[in-house]
T-cell receptor, first 113, second 112 residues
Framework: NAGVMQNPRHLVRRRGQEARLRCSPM?????VYWYRQLPEEGLKFMVY????????ESGMPKERFSAEFPKEGPSILRIQQVVRGDSAAYFC???????????FGQGTRLTVV | TQLLEQSPQFLSIQEGENLTVYCNSS?????LQWYRQEPGEGPVLLVT?????EVKKLKRLTFQFGDARKDSSLHITAAQPGDTGLYLC????????????FGTGTKLQVIP
């Protein structure tokens, strides 16, 4: 049973470009969570999705950031017109319904140059 | 926002020493989790504690949940270089994982 898969592991974008981060949850997990982590810091919640629904996006910046979890395929975190301050590690976690435990992917490290 | 404070923030010790990491909050949690994160990797769940006063052991690691379910500690006996990493506590308020709040983290370095 494969774990949570994130790709790419590393992503370099120039200022103003778009970044697309993908997350495939563990088999049987219908809930996906995205987190952002700056160096030497903890994880900051961004968004919680179920298949085809955004349940809680209270941690998402109001502009340039969006997320989706389509019926088929991975969850996507999209950052438009990236700025240097978007440079961070972005982690995805998945869980079964109503669980207080989740499993994390290895993350995507975004560097904006 | 329910804040989880971890202490110490950084810890560098020699192999073989013991250490304790603390996770404190003014809020009550339904459960509390501890993760270890190695450089370049995602957090890995070590343990979940649910009952106030609960103690769980994982080899040389001992986890305790406070009686009031507001705080927790992680004690490592005879630390080894493989214990090096970022230790994160995370408190759940029930109702699913989106309610989990992560602590500020403790970065541990064990020197051979």
């Amino acid at each position: 049973n494969a774990g949570v898969m994130q790709n790419p592991r590393h992503l370099v974008r120039r200022r103003g470009q778009e970044a697309r981060l993908r997350c495939s949850p563990m088999k049987g997990h219908s809930h996906v969570y995205w987190y952002r982590q700056l160096p030497e810091e903890g994880l900051k919640f961004m968004v919680y999705l179920q298949k085809e629904n955004i349940i809680d996006e209270s941690g998402m910046p109001k502009e340039r950031f969006s997320a989706e979890f389509p019926k088929e395929g991975p969850s996507i975190l999209r950052i438009q017109q990236v700025v240097r301050g978007d440079s961070a590690a972005y982690f995805c976690a998945s869980s079964p319904p109503s669980s207080s435990e989740a499993f994390f992917g290895q993350g995507t490290r975004l560097t904006v140059v | 926002t329910q804040l989880l404070e971890q202490s110490p923030q950084f810890l560098s010790i020699q192999e073989g020493e013991n250490l304790t990491v603390y996770c404190n909050s003014s809020s009550v949690f339904s459960s509390l989790q501890w993760y270890r994160q190695e450089p370049g990797e995602g957090p890995v769940l070590l343990v979940t504690v649910v009952t106030g006063g609960e103690v769980k052991k994982l080899k040389r690691l001992t986890f305790q949940f406070g009686d009031a379910r507001k705080d927790s500690s992680l004690h490592i006996t005879a630390a080894q270089p493989g214990d090096t990493g970022l230790y994160l506590c995370a408190g759940a308020r029930g109702g699913g994982y989106q309610k989990v709040t992560f602590g500020t983290g403790t970065k541990l370095q064990v020197i051979p």
